[in-house]
Every structure is written in structure tokens, then in C-alpha cells.
């Protein structure tokens, strides 16, 4: 929910694929669960086209190849759902990128260069963060929580052993499976940096045979004192550390936070009021929301009111604008740049 509340789009997008994995495996498929998968991937692709492809892939291999879920109906649903999530994304490219391919090239660019790359060792590092690990050089993790990635693939391999025995039934734990592993792979291998929730999709489908696993374990703990005191253990264990995570991540993010309040309070001391238009090299965005400005992008023809600089000097046309540091930030570095009165 930290996530989707920044407004950034991996939890639409682990709900989306959950919800079109879920709608996809109804047995009765009928309009409303076409409607559901329509509309979980429309939201995926909407979100984070590549996810969308990602999730799509396997969905269209299952509605060909397994009798089970064979036929057009599911076809039909998940090109739609692609289709409808990809329309907007591909308008917009041709409207502010000049077509989809320079779109593309830019979003490879802004991810540092889209290519193979082993990206686990950052992955395994950003568990306890940085919120973004871009670079993760000289970042440890904490031993504590690497637990999280060895408990989740012991209990998704315990629900699909477990699974084997339902006959039909094992299926959609292996197809659930088989989406996690899709849309978390570009991530692993193509991205070389790490973020947390770029794994979120994937921990939302692996929970599926992972609860299964958990199901199992409890089961046999019940006739087991030993297995129930372990399993016990486990839990426990595991939620303290991710409550501890929890809260170290909501100081963090209230003192960085503060450093919003602390810029627009130095902008509001330099006589900038809305309506302002700012600019940055970090957090304009954020700072001009605070302040109640509008913000642009650096190389916008706008006129800004102010700029705000985290160790870094002003472009080349606010050289000459009275410039002042921001006192007593939690992320040192900040000042801003106002535009002198005419």
C-alpha cells in the first residue's frame, strides 16, 4: 500500500495480474470472467506495457495448449485486455514522443539501458532497501531479511508438490507460477538496478502455491508438537522482521519527507507564491506540490519561478539567481535558486 499511495503503478499492476490470472482459471468462464481479465490486464498493460506483454505471454500459451482452458473466449479477452491497456500508452507515444519506437528508446534509456544483466545480487540487496537501489554499490542487507526469499520458494515448491496429487486442480497453481516467473524475469535479468516493488507482481501470483505450502505444513503440525513450535517460530519470526522493516521505512520516509516542507518553507521566505511554476534536479515534482506550485522538467521553455538544486549547480540560464541552502535536512545537499524580481 506504500506503493500505492506514492502513485506508483507496480501495486495496480500485481492486483491487475492477480485479478486476469484469477478470471482466466474461473472453470464456469462466462462474460464476468472475461470481463475480469479484460480488465486486469488493461490495467497492467495500462500501467506498465511490458508487464502487460508479461503477463498476457503465458495467459494466451495456456488458452492454446491446455484443454482445459482451450478456446476463444479467453483468446479473445486477453488480446483485448492488452489491446484496450496499450491504446492510450501507444496515443500518448505518438502525441509527446514522436511515435512508439522513440518512446521505447527513451524508457530503455531512463532504465540505464535495457539489456542482459544479472540483477539478483541487487534485488537480494534492496529487500530492506533503498526504496530504489540505483546503484547498490557498497549497500549491504540485512541477514534477517533474506529469510523472505528463502521461505517463499520453499513453500511454492511445497503447494505445487502438494498440488501434484489434485489432479486438474494442480494446474492453476503451475500457471499462477508460470506468470510470476514471466513478468518478474525482465526485471532479474534486462533491468541493471533494483527496486523492491518492481518484484510485486510476482509476489502477488507466487502467494497462491505459496499458501498452498503453508496449508501443507500446517496440516502435518497439527499431529507434530516439534512441527507446530517450529512452524510457530517461522511466522513469528518472519512478521517481527517485517514489521521492523515497516517501521524503519516510516521514519525514513518522514524525515526525507520533512526536506519538503523545509524547501517550500525557504521558497515562501523568498517571496514564492502560487502561483509558480519550479524546477529540479530531484523532487520537483513533490517540493512544487508542497509549495503549491505547478512543475516542469528541466529542459521545459516555461519560465520557472524557482529551481531547486540537490548537489548541483543551476543550469546555464539561473547561473546569476540569488541562490540559498536549505538549513537542517534529513538528505543534506539542497538549495534553491529564485528568479530576482524584474
Avoid at 117 to 140: E, I, M, N, Y
Wanted: hydrophobic share 50%; charged share 15%.
Amino acid at each position: 500500500m506504500f506503493y500505492a499511495n506514492s502513485a506508483m503503478p507496480n501495486h495496480y499492476t500485481a492486483m491487475g495480474a492477480a485479478a486476469a490470472t484469477g478470471c482466466f482459471l474461473r472453470q464456469d468462464a462466462g462474460r464476468g470472467a472475461y470481463a475480469g481479465i479484460v480488465a486486469g490486464l488493461a490495467v497492467v498493460t495500462l500501467m506498465r506495457p511490458n508487464d502487460g506483454a508479461a503477463v498476457a505471454l503465458p495467459l494466451l500459451v495456456a488458452a492454446l495448449v491446455v484443454p482445459a482452458w482451450r478456446g476463444r473466449g479467453r483468446l479473445v479477452a486477453v488480446v483485448a485486455g492488452v489491446g484496450a491497456g496499450a491504446l492510450p500508452w501507444v496515443v500518448e507515444a505518438w502525441l509527446r514522443f514522436g511515435g512508439v519506437a522513440r518512446r521505447l528508446s527513451e524508457a530503455s534509456d531512463t532504465q540505464g539501458g535495457m539489456r542482459p544483466v544479472l540483477s539478483l545480487k541487487a534485488h537480494l540487496t534492496a529487500l530492506d532497501g533503498p526504496l530504489l537501489c540505483r546503484p547498490c554499490t557498497g549497500d549491504t542487507v540485512a541477514s534477517g531479511v533474506v529469510e523472505w526469499w528463502l521461505l517463499l520458494p520453499l513453500l511454492v515448491a511445497l503447494g505445487l508438490w502438494t498440488a501434484r496429487r489434485a489432479g486438474p486442480a494442480r494446474a492453476p497453481m503451475w500457471l499462477a507460477a508460470a506468470v510470476a516467473a514471466s513478468v518478474s524475469v525482465p526485471y532479474l535479468f534486462l533491468v541493471p538496478y533494483a527496486a523492491p516493488r518492481f518484484l510485486l507482481p510476482g509476489y502477488a501470483l507466487l502467494v497462491l502455491p505459496g499458501a498452498v505450502g503453508l496449508l501443507a505444513v500446517a496440516g502435518r503440525a497439527r499431529g507434530s508438537r516439534p512441527l507446530a513450535v517450529g512452524l510457530a517460530v517461522v511466522l513469528l519470526g518472519h512478521a517481527t522482521v517485517q514489521i521492523t522493516q515497516v517501521r524503519t521505512h516510516v521514519g525514513v520516509q518522514e524525515r526525507a519527507r520533512g526536506d519538503w516542507q523545509r524547501i517550500s518553507a525557504v521558497l515562501r521566505e523568498e517571496g514564492v507564491r502560487p502561483p509558480c511554476l519550479l524546477k529540479g534536479n530531484s523532487s520537483a515534482i513533490p517540493v512544487a506540490y508542497t509549495a503549491g506550485c505547478a512543475s516542469a522538467g528541466m529542459d521545459d521553455p516555461a519560465p520557472a519561478t524557482a529551481v531547486i538544486l540537490r548537489r548541483a549547480d543551476p543550469p546555464r540560464w539561473a547561473r546569476d539567481w540569488p541562490r540559498r541552502p536549505v538549513p537542517d535536512t534529513y538528505n543534506p545537499g539542497w538549495s534553491v535558486a529564485v528568479r530576482p524580481e524584474s
